[in-house]
């Protein structure tokens, strides 16, 4: 009898045990997992936002540091359509002429594969409840020319906050360890680029 209770037991021992080895083992992956997830979507939209400032860059001659105006951009906005035509009154036809023949709207430019997308939630960051992208710009001397730069950062706590919080925390020490923004950047402050640090 005491011999039957005690096997219960310990196999009831061995199963809640073999449970907390399987769990301990997979939180990390489970974490990673949802991490690569999330770093995927926040990366696309910080890439539309690059797109987005690049081609109001184009026209402005400098970055917007505020979200409405470059979602007013985008919707209202508008990209000549031009055609390079020969010139006539040139006989080796050496020489074109721009010809604007059309407008195209800017949002349909950038965003017409992508039927779904929708302009207003470009400065919302995923998984953060409704928070936005901290974007900033400015313009900086870079061998005695003055060149627009844009900055957009998320750190790990604003779109991880619903993760184990010890797990963010060593992610966001590891990247300060290696010298690392402890989150997603696109651009800098300080250079002329927009490239981002996942790439």
Not at 98 to 124: H, M, Q, V, W
Not at 185 to 197: K, R, W
């Amino acid at each position: 009898m005491k011999s039957s209770i005690l096997k219960v037991v310990l196999a009831i021992g061995i199963i809640v045990l073999a449970y907390f080895v399987y769990a301990s083992i997979m939180e990390p992956i489970r974490f990673e997992k949802t991490l690569n997830q999330r770093n995927a979507k926040i990366v696309s939209h910080l890439k539309d936002i690059r797109s987005a400032q690049t081609l109001y860059k184009q026209f402005h001659n400098k970055y917007t540091s505020d979200f409405d105006t470059l979602i007013d951009f985008l919707r209202n906005g508008q990209i000549p359509i031009v055609k390079m035509v020969a010139d006539p009154t040139d006989t080796t036809y050496t020489r074109t002429i721009n010809d604007t023949i059309g407008y195209i709207a800017i949002s349909d430019s950038l965003f017409s594969n992508r039927p779904n997308f929708k302009l207003d939630e470009l400065p919302i960051i995923p998984y953060s409840d409704g928070k936005k992208f901290d974007m900033k710009t400015d313009m900086v001397d870079k061998g005695g020319v003055i060149v627009p730069v844009i900055e957009v950062v998320v750190p790990y706590e604003v779109y991880l906050s619903d993760l184990d919080q010890q797990d963010v925390v060593n992610l966001a020490e590891r990247q300060k360890a290696m010298n690392r923004y402890p989150g997603l950047v696109m651009g800098s402050l300080t250079e002329a680029t927009t490239d981002g640090n996942w790439e």
